[in-house]
Structure formats: C-alpha cells, structure tokens
C-alpha cells in the first residue's frame, strides 16, 4: 500500500490538518470560506493519495464521502432556518413581538431590560439567534439611554441570552443541528426536539441570572469614540396627512404634544388656508390636516411600518396611466429606505418637489428633508431645495439603485434599508409557528419541516427569491460542509478513538461524572477559540467514543458536547452575535474575557452538578 497508505500516518495528516485549519479560523488570517474550502480541497488530495479501503476494497474516503457534507440534512435544515428567520425579521414580525413585550412593561425601564432578555432567550429556543439580536440591538440601545447608561451595559448580555436560549431545543442553534447530524452519521440515535430542554432551561436560567444581574456590572460604560456621528439624532422635516379613519382626528394637544404623536415633533398644523404654531393649545385633529413633523429617520420608519402612505406627500392626484402606475411602486412590496443629497449644482438646487416632480422622474418618493439641523417650519413640497440638503427617500430597491451616478442627487449608498413589510407578518408567523409545530411534535422531521417552511415564505410572498437567496451563509456552508469532512476522516483514521482513549488515559480510574465534567471544560474552553461549528463536530466522535469507553450511553457525553460548543461568551470570535454587538457596545476584546468567563465557569459547574444526576451516572 506504500506509506501514505499506512493508516498511522493518515491519522498524523488529518490531526496536523485540524491544527493548521483551528489556526487559521482563531487567527483569521484567511477569511472563514477560504479556510474551510482549503481544508476540503486538502482532504480531497490526502485521501486520493492515501485511500482508506473498505471491506468491498473501496475507498471509505473518497469524494462522496468528502463532499456528503453539503448535502447534510442538519446543513439543509440550518440554511432553511436561515431563511424562516429572515422571513419574520424583513415583515417585521420580530420587531412586532418585541414592542408588545416591552409595552407590557409600562414604562419601567429596568423591568423592560429585564423583559427584553427574556424574550430573546425565549424566542432564539426556535428561531436563529443573529435576526433575533439585530432586532433588539437598537431596542437595548434606547432603553440603556433611558436609563442613562451606555449601550455596552446591555449589548453582550443580549448576545449571552441569544446563546443561552439556543441551548434549550434542537432548533435553537445551529451547533445543536450538526450534533445530532454527526450521531446519525454515527451510527448513533439523533436527538428528538426536546431531548435536552430540561438540563438546557436549567443551564439557561443560571446563565440568565448572571446575565441580568451580573454582567452588566462587569461591562464597561464607555461613550463613543470620537468622530463617530449620532446619526439619530438627525431631524428630518416631513408631513402627515390626517386620514377619515386616523386615530389622530379628535386629539387634543397636551402641553404642545399630542398622544398619537410619540417620540415625534410636531412644528405646524395647516387646515385649509388656516394655520397653527406652537403650543398648540385648543387645537383638535381633524381629518384631512396637514401636520408638518420633525423626526429621526428610525422614528419616521417606525411610522411607515404602521401605515405605508401616511408620511407621502399631499401632491396633486396622477393623471396619466404611468403615473397611476408608480403610485403602486410605492405601497407594494420590497420598499427600501435611503438619503441622498442635492450636490451644488444640481438642476433641483432653488425648486420645490412639486415643480421638479421628483416621485414621477426618479420613481421614488421623498419623506423627508434635513438641511443642516434647521427647522423648516414649512409644507416639504413647498421648500426650495438647496445645495447640501438631504432627502430621506422610499422605493423599490432597484429604482433607488438607479439613482447611482445620478446628476440630480447623490446615493449614500450605505443609508439603504429595507422596510419591513408588515402585511406579510402574520403569514411568516403562521409559517414559523407551523415549522415548530411540526418538528417538535415529531409530525415529520426536521429538515422536511424546516424546507418546507423555507419554500412557504417564498411562495407566500413574504420573501422573494433573491431575498431567500441573500439569506443563506456561504460563511456557515463551507465552515460546516469542512468540519463535517474533517470530522469523518478523525472516524474513518481512528483519530476520534486515539483521542478518546488518551482522555480516558489521562482520567484513569476516574468516575463518569469526572471525565464527563473535564470533557465539558476542555469543549467549551476551546468553543471560545475557534467556531463553535468547527468545535461541535470534531468533538462529537470523541464524545461517542469515550461514552464507549465507559460504557454509558452516548447521549450523555453528546449532550456535553452541545451545551460546551455553544458556551462561546469568553471571546468575540466564537460565536456571530458577539461580533455583531461589538460595535454598538463599543467593547474590546477584554471585555469578553471579563464578562464571559465567569459565565462559562457558571455554566460549567452548573452541568458538573446536575447533569450526573440527571442522567444517573
């Protein structure tokens, strides 16, 4: 067989392998999809140069074998999650649910925070953790200015919640998915949909004191670094039609604000040829006033999510076909928000919007207009545009694209945002809510389950296919797609085994409960250096093989496997929702260590106690 076939030395190749390949994950010297795509293509060469024969003389190793991981079923269904959970966040679903919750607060700051990291731990036992924190990012961002405090005082311990209720279900992590898909190919039981939920709530409430009570006491409260803009606090100056059936005819201002008003400015009320200023008092609503507003952009946002016309300017009624036609571009579907700016020299420099005839020439109309943080105390469509003014602007995604390179106004392209379209809501939570019925009551199985609700947000028309498309992680694909490899060619060499036996070597004559405490430390130490996904399955055959060893059930050691792989807090590496809040809670890499830390110790000596008597060892 020559040496490369020497099985030894196959052994040796595929664990210097794992070496190079955590290097390069924990030091990011390559991107995370170039890694994982050189470790599939080494694998690929190793194997055609040193075959692993089967009983039939076939190489146990070979291309199929390799590859199969892009066709895993725990892969399909984590990327079909991927999808659900962009479906709930771009109809804003999520972002609903998450301001009813705090409304039940009434006004208690404190106990909204409270509220809010209960509903994240709750919400991502189901759902994908990364659209969950996106959507309460900007929510503990409001809430920790209430209290006067910094954002970092809550950021991470909204990441931490996110992990934590991910450990509680099958579906609430993708880490959770791939360890049942590795026993399977195993030849071990899978996990059913809440085999670990009672030793995960127990982990996860633990964790959730300490993140409630502890944490933020850790956290650093540091202001912004310099030169960083507080783009909220921009006003742009709009107008609102009161419509017949608003829930603004008949209110009275109070102390100058009105109630249906919040967070919102108001500067004139014009009825017919009469108008009213500040304070406003005796003035009550009535249908058809125009309101001319100031408002941040979330703020303005906000209030098209309710109503998708309310913030249009009153212009007179289209007349020609065409014109009809574009009033549809801008009420249907897959609306997207941006600024741009007049430049000098623009032909819309001195003109008002309805001369120009903005909406009906570029196709997108404009909400709003922030001149240099000056109040204009006017109709938006009467102001005379000038140099340096910048227009908050609605349309399709692709006529807002088209206005690259445009002489008229300049895209800031960064500002682009997609509105939520809220008349798909119900349907993706119908569709959320059907998947997780079905796979928790073992109707069909998961991945059935999770495919068939990714196609029913497409056809349902709660995403398009491009924005399904957008939604799968090329990043998660080849990261799983190569551990899955490198966690059968540690099978196929007998590394899982050698690895098994020196731990159990190392431990000898220990009890179960000890190796399996020791087990969980060296997982969730590691889960802090490189991808938990990387960590889950090359540590999953291990976990087979000591359970082996020791002659218990695999359950047990495969369990430990998945709550140490998601305890990723320690470091911003291990896990996206770490890296995502970052920045907002403007943390350095310390303050995962000081934060995180105690919590993996927290939640390892939790597991070293309950899980020995839970599972009767």
Excluded at 84 to 104: F, S, Y
Excluded at 393 to 413: K, W
Excluded at 551 to 579: D, R
Aim: aromatic fraction near 8%.
């Amino acid at each position: 067989m020559g040496e490369f076939g020497d099985a030894t030395l196959q052994m040796t190749a595929v664990f210097a392998l794992i070496v190079v390949a955590l290097a390069f994950y924990a030091t990011e010297k390559l991107s995370f999809e170039l890694t994982s795509l050189g470790v599939i293509c080494a694998l690929l060469l190793l194997f055609q140069l040193a075959p692993v024969p089967g009983p039939d003389g076939l190489n146990r190793m070979g291309p199929a074998r390799i590859l199969s991981g892009f066709a895993n079923p725990a892969l399909i269904t984590v990327l079909a999650l991927l999808v659900i959970g962009d479906g709930l966040a771009r109809t804003g679903a999520l972002g609903q649910g998450a301001w009813l919750l705090l409304r039940a607060a009434r006004g208690h700051v404190a106990a909204s925070i409270g509220l809010a990291l209960v509903a994240v731990l709750a919400v991502s036992a189901f759902l994908n953790n990364i659209p969950v924190v996106v959507i309460f990012i900007p929510i503990m961002q409001a809430l920790a200015e209430k209290l006067g405090h910094g954002a970092g005082r809550y950021m991470m311990p909204l990441s931490f919640a996110a992990i934590l209720g991910g450990m509680t279900t099958l579906i609430g992590s993708s880490t959770n998915l791939l360890v049942s898909g590795m026993l399977f190919e195993l030849g071990e039981t899978p996990f059913g949909f809440f085999d670990f939920s009672v030793p995960g709530l127990v982990l996860a409430l633990c964790g959730l004191v300490y993140v409630m009570f502890v944490a933020p006491r850790l956290l650093p409260d540091r202001e912004p670094p310099l030169g960083t803009l507080p783009v909220s606090g921009r006003q742009f100056v709009a107008q609102i039609k009161v419509a017949e059936d608003s829930k603004l005819v008949g209110q009275q201002s109070n102390l100058g604000v009105f109630p249906g008003l919040p967070d919102i400015t108001l500067l004139m009320v014009q009825r017919d040829q009469q108008t009213f200023m500040p304070p406003f008092e005796d003035v009550t609503l009535t249908a058809d006033d125009i309101l001319v507003v100031a408002a941040t952009r979330k703020t303005l946002m906000e209030t098209l999510q309710n109503d998708a016309r309310l913030l249009h300017p009153d212009i007179p009624e289209p007349v020609s076909a065409e014109e009809r036609e574009d009033e549809d571009r801008w009420t249907s579907g897959g609306q997207t928000l941006a600024e741009v700016m007049v430049p000098p020299g623009s032909p819309m420099v001195g003109r008002t919007l309805e001369r120009i005839g903005f909406r009906y020439r570029h196709h997108c109309i404009v909400l709003g207009i922030e001149r240099r943080s000056r109040m204009l105390r006017r109709r938006i469509t009467e102001i005379p545009l000038e140099a340096g003014d910048v227009l908050l602007i609605q349309g399709r995604n692709d006529d807002v694209l088209a206005l690259r390179g445009n002489r008229d106004v300049l895209l800031m392209e960064w500002s682009a945002a997609a509105l939520p379209e809220l008349q798909s809501a119900k349907r993706a939570s119908v569709i959320f809510l059907c998947v997780v019925g079905a796979a928790a009551t073992g109707a069909m199985p998961i991945v059935v389950a999770a495919v068939t609700g990714a196609a029913a947000m497409v056809l349902s028309g709660a995403l398009s296919m491009r924005e399904a498309v957008r939604a799968l992680d090329f990043q998660i694909i080849l990261t799983i797609a190569a551990a899955l490899a490198l966690g059968a060619a540690m099978q196929e060499t007998g590394g899982a085994d050698f690895l098994a036996g020196m731990l159990l070597q190392l431990l000898d004559g220990a009890p179960p409960a000890v190796v399996l405490s020791a087990f969980f430390l060296l997982v969730g130490v590691l889960s802090n250096i490189i991808s938990t996904k990387a960590t889950a399955v090359l540590f999953t055959p291990i976990a087979v093989g000591i359970a082996h060893g020791l002659e218990i059930p695999a359950e047990v050691f495969a369990v430990a496997v998945v709550f140490a792989a998601n305890c990723s807090f320690a470091s911003p590496i291990g896990y996206q929702t770490n890296l995502l809040v970052m920045v907002p809670g403007h943390y350095r890499f310390i303050d995962f260590v000081k934060a995180g830390a105690p919590l993996l110790a927290l939640i390892w000596i939790a597991f070293t106690l309950f899980a020995p008597w839970y599972y009767g060892l």
